[in-house]
């Protein structure tokens, strides 16, 4: 994949400036010294950074790496095979003397809803026929388990109804409203999933009363403005 780019960056940019940019929309690995200068050689000018994820300090660090990689020391303290950046933070040197024209995409969270995290590890399944319930307290939001998922939409319970549909994880699992108690959507899994931490939530064919903007977005993007994003 790194060698596919590494000749299409070349094709493309030739002995010129290129008008022409390839992007990362994955940047998670950006820690990892050797991951981080391959794809830096293969071409690579955009770096996406998605802020549903990315805590703050893990986008500043993953954009001061990615914008001062032209060369990374070759000493023995800093093998390219073992550095990660988080422990090597800093010494990877600054701007080389070549035209640095990378930069770093900031993608704002935007008006979405979350489901939380498990408490239990990473991933759980959702097995068909279960019942499952959804709550909006934060008490849950990060000791979700496969019988009781917190999710970030404060007016759920007043937007959803029995027989309501709720799906997780972009669509992949479906759910069924089947009651609503004290601010509590009790639901049936309708098929069985393998669900992982703060995956998307949809209420297909509800009105959801969210912000086109959202503080965490306009926090986000003073962020990226103070760090040249």
Not at 27 to 48: H, P, S, W
Request: with cysteine.
């Amino acid at each position: 994949m790194l060698r596919h780019l590494q000749r299409v960056a070349t094709t493309v940019c030739g002995p010129t400036i290129s008008k022409r940019s390839i992007t990362s929309r994955g940047f998670k690995n950006a820690e990892d010294a050797k991951t981080t200068q391959e794809l830096v050689d293969a071409g690579l000018k955009i770096a996406r950074i998605n802020f549903s994820h990315a805590t703050y300090e893990e986008a500043e660090l993953r954009t001061v790496n990615f914008m001062s990689f032209d060369s990374f020391p070759t000493d023995d303290n800093y093998s390219l095979g073992t550095v990660n950046l988080r422990a090597a933070r800093g010494v990877h040197g600054a701007h080389g003397s070549e035209f640095n024209l990378r930069s770093v995409l900031l993608d704002t969270q935007g008006p979405e809803i979350r489901g939380g995290s498990f408490a239990d590890g990473n991933k759980v399944t959702l097995t068909k026929g279960d019942a499952i319930t959804i709550t909006t307290d934060e008490r849950f939001k990060k000791n979700s388990t496969k019988e009781l998922l917190y999710v970030t939409y404060a007016k759920l319970a007043e937007t959803v109804s029995t027989g309501s549909t709720i799906l997780l994880d972009d669509g992949l699992i479906s759910l069924t409203v089947e009651s609503i108690e004290n601010g509590q959507v009790h639901c049936r899994v309708e098929n069985t999933e393998v669900l992982g931490n703060r995956k998307g939530v949809n209420l297909p064919g509800l009105v959801v009363d969210l912000p086109a903007l959202t503080e965490k977005d306009k926090q986000d993007v003073e962020f990226g403005i103070k760090h040249d994003m």
